[in-house]
């Protein structure tokens, strides 16, 4: 399964920039080599989200690029997702892996060791374990866990542990050391001005960890 994780997460957002849109991040996303294409986006009702989640998936599609919902499990499905990305107040993983059968790829974002675990015994493919540092995406009621944290998790989950929160072409070498599996990256690729670029350059240093 973990090579079908693969390690460069894309997540597409357009609240920590305005000048992209969900496809054309995806679009460049896929082109500069990232593995994984997640499509997140909290402030749109379902009906508009599932019409941008068909057009990524085909964006996906054409480029053989894996590509994940974030918490729409049902649009997931409806749109031929390759997998769901839960978070910790999302649906349940059991439901998930349900709805969506045993061949979808399913993620769960946690924070500690204890929910790492936990997830990985619910079922879940891959644990996003963060925020690793401070991030600019959203706001965190919680300080950010940091590198040794990272470390203690990714030397117990049995499941490919991807790093999330504020991780860039800067510390990205840094995350990779502690044994991760991979990143998530959003700001890094999604605020740059050459997503596409951004992407290839993150790609190089993931592939060197």
């Given at each position: 399964m973990a090579?079908?994780?693969?390690r ?10 305005t ?24 402030s749109?009702?379902?009906?508009s989200?599932?019409?941008?989640a068909?057009?990524?998936a ?10 994940i919902?974030?918490?729409?499990v ?8 390759d ?6 107040r ?14 979808a790829?399913?993620?769960?974002s ?15 493919d891959?644990?996003?374990f ?22 203690r ?11 999330i ?10 995350v990779m050391?502690?044994?991760a ?7 890094a690729?999604c ?17 060197l960890?």
């Amino acid at each position: 399964m973990a090579a079908r994780i693969g390690r460069l997460h894309v997540i597409t957002d357009v609240v920590v920039q305005t000048r992209f849109t969900h496809e054309e991040l995806a679009e460049a996303a896929c082109a500069g080599g990232a593995d994984i294409v997640q499509l997140r986006d909290k402030s749109q009702p379902v009906e508009s989200f599932a019409a941008v989640a068909r057009r990524v998936a085909e964006i996906c599609r054409h480029h053989g690029v894996t590509f994940i919902v974030n918490d729409h499990v049902r649009v997931a499905r409806d749109v031929e997702a390759d997998g769901v990305h839960l978070g910790r107040r999302d649906s349940s993983i059991e439901d998930a892996r349900a709805l969506l059968g045993e061949r979808a790829i399913v993620g769960a974002s946690v924070g500690s060791l204890e929910e790492a675990l936990e997830a990985e015994a619910s079922g879940a493919d891959y644990v996003g374990f963060g925020h690793v540092f401070a991030t600019m995406s959203k706001t965190k009621p919680t300080p950010p866990v940091g590198l040794d944290a990272l470390a203690r998790v990714a030397a117990r989950a049995r499941v490919p542990v991807i790093a999330i929160g504020g991780i860039t072409e800067a510390n990205a070498a840094q995350v990779m050391e502690t044994g991760a599996w991979g990143i998530a990256v959003i700001g890094a690729v999604c605020a740059a001005d050459d997503p596409r670029a951004a992407t290839r350059r993150l790609k190089r240093i993931v592939e060197l960890g």
